[in-house]
């Protein structure tokens, strides 16, 4: 049963437009979240994180949201651009020694 | 420059066969961690290790074994007994501490002949 869900496994975004990707966990003693970025045939890139006595953490064109009670949090890209076209996946430290535990991605397309 | 170094890139392996693939680190990591990752999947972890000398499996280790016999070293064994061990794998390491992101590698794409 996936515990960090991403239900929307593609999402198209106009250049300039902001792009809302979503995540889903079912395990409410998750207290770290993580997003990456990931090209073809290349590892994973840390994005940025929040823990969750947070709501909210901001880095640039890039934020991501923490609802605890929804169990639900977003990734923000503000502005778009077409090199953020990748698959994002959302991840959370949910393992006892402290273990990733991951969505199964959306890809981003970003068009110009 | 600080980095994960996996090696191969690409991997051909025919049935029957056992193979080796590399993972090093020079960040001074002290846990590391090994993913699959399938089509249109996420990444599920097959071993990690916390210390040297010390690891543990994942969700999905049955066919596979790793070593840990130096800090910067977490090779990962793919045996005969992996019934479908063509996928993308992915190392990771993370320094200690709470809430440290793990970092990755650039992967090895198995296949079979």
């Known amino acids: 049963d996936q515990q960090v869900k991403q239900n929307s496994p593609s999402l198209s975004v106009q250049e300039g437009r902001i792009s809302i990707l979503n995540c889903d966990y079912t395990?409410?003693?998750?207290?770290?979240f993580l997003w990456y970025k990931k090209y073809p045939a290349e590892g994973p890139t840390f994005l940025i994180s929040?823990?969750?006595?947070?709501d909210k953490n901001e880095d640039g064109r890039f934020t991501v949201f923490l609802n605890k009670s929804a169990k639900h949090l977003s990734l923000h890209i503000v502005p778009s651009q077409p090199g953020d076209s990748a698959v994002y996946f959302c991840?959370?430290?949910?393992?006892?020694?402290?273990?990733?535990?991951f969505g199964k991605g959306t890809k981003l397309s970003v068009k110009p | 420059d600080g980095g994960i170094t996996q090696s191969p890139k690409y991997l051909f392996r025919k049935e029957g066969q056992n193979v080796t693939l590399s993972c090093e680190q020079n960040?001074?990591?002290?846990?590391m961690y090994w993913y699959r990752q399938d089509p249109g999947q996420g990444l599920r972890l097959i071993y990690y290790?916390?210390?040297?000398?010390?690891?543990q499996k994942g969700d999905i280790a049955e066919g596979y074994s790793v070593s840990r016999e130096k800090k910067e070293s977490f090779p990962l064994t793919v045996t005969s007994a992996q019934k479908n061990p063509t996928a993308f794998y992915l190392c990771?390491?993370?320094?200690?501490?709470?809430?440290?992101?793990?970092?990755f590698g650039d992967g090895t794409r198995l296949s079979i002949l």
């Open positions: 990771a390491s993370t320094a200690q501490g709470a809430w440290q992101p793990q970092h």
């Open positions: 395990n409410s003693m998750f207290d770290y």
């Open positions: 929040i823990s969750s006595i947070k």
């Open positions: 991840a959370a430290l949910g393992g006892s020694q402290g273990n990733l535990i």
């Open positions: 960040l001074n990591h002290d846990a």
């Open positions: 290790s916390q210390i040297v000398n010390d690891f």
